[in-house]
């Protein structure tokens, strides 16, 4: 891999980790093209995407530090002045309380079907395409009948364990882990900013227990893409994601999340026809 594939890498893991359209599918599309995907080693793309989105990670981290540190402390406060009595606890504890929850179902499907994530299936540009249609069609179904009148302050274990269902969704390529999680928002009526920011909050286990778990079970053959490349994408993911996440939680105040509807499925079609014309595998 080459210092200028990395930066690309890093790009398109920043500028499309957050938003609804893939950053799987466009690091897997980007992977193919560049010749960077071993079809023996399938599982080393895997742990490079993985390590790579720890820059988003410290993104995220750094864009919502006020609203983590207030989550993380007012939880032990609450938790240590009042125990398990859930009516005491302050918005601040539950809303982290909602996050840890909104966790669990993708921390339980990523283990279980570990195996199968890794493997070639998952970087099949079929799934991708099927993907990227799909979560369209439900995404444009989600923005016509969502009543966008609730915010971040009304979310309830329900919405919790809901969205966390649907960020299950993401471990299929071309889903998105923010393109699931926005639309279930949607559908259950939260505002598109609300949905947003939920399903950022929601990202940072995830993304983070990815990458660590990646790491340490990198495989050896990772080594070929070279460890100053990964650095590299690494700290040009961080900065992209930190822009993508102010871009978008500023576009969906005033904005649909349709152009995203209607680039996910321009994008299906171009990656059909490239499929089916032989300019990129399946």
């Not at 080393?44 to 989105?53: K, L, N, Y």
């Not at 504890?93 to 199968?116: N, W």
Request: with cysteine; hydrophobic share 55%; net charge positive.
């Amino acid at each position: 891999m080459s210092f200028l594939y990395a930066i690309l890498l890093g790009l398109i893991q920043g500028l499309t980790e957050f938003l609804p359209i893939s950053s799987t599918a466009h690091l897997t599309l980007a992977g193919k093209l560049l010749g960077l995907i071993d079809q023996e080693h399938p599982e080393t793309w895997t742990s490079f995407i993985a390590v790579m989105q720890l820059g988003s990670l410290a993104a995220v981290i750094m864009y919502f530090f006020k609203d983590v540190s207030g989550m993380i402390k007012g939880l032990v406060h609450d938790f240590v002045r009042t125990g398990p009595e859930r009516d005491a606890y302050s918005r601040e504890s539950m809303l982290a309380i909602y996050v840890i929850v909104g966790t669990l179902p993708v921390a339980f499907c990523g283990l279980l079907f570990s195996r199968f994530i890794h493997g070639m299936l998952t970087k099949s540009t079929l799934v991708i395409i099927v993907s990227l249609v799909t979560l369209a069609a439900v995404l444009w179904f989600a923005e016509k009948i969502a009543r966008h009148a609730r915010t971040v302050d009304d979310i309830r274990f329900k919405d919790a364990v809901l969205i966390g269902v649907a960020q299950t969704v993401a471990l299929i390529p071309g889903a998105s882990r923010s393109g699931t999680t926005i639309t279930a928002g949607l559908l259950l009526n939260f505002t598109r900013e609300a949905a947003a920011r939920f399903s950022f909050l929601l990202s940072m286990p995830a993304i983070f227990a990815s990458g660590v778990y990646e790491m340490t079970k990198i495989h050896p053959s990772v080594f070929q893409l070279g460890i100053s490349n990964l650095v590299v994408s690494t700290l040009v993911a961080g900065v992209s994601s930190y822009a993508a996440i102010s871009w978008l939680l500023k576009y969906l105040m005033k904005n649909t999340t349709m152009v995203f509807v209607w680039y996910r499925f321009a994008l299906g079609l171009a990656l059909a026809v490239m499929l089916f014309f032989g300019i990129i595998n399946a």
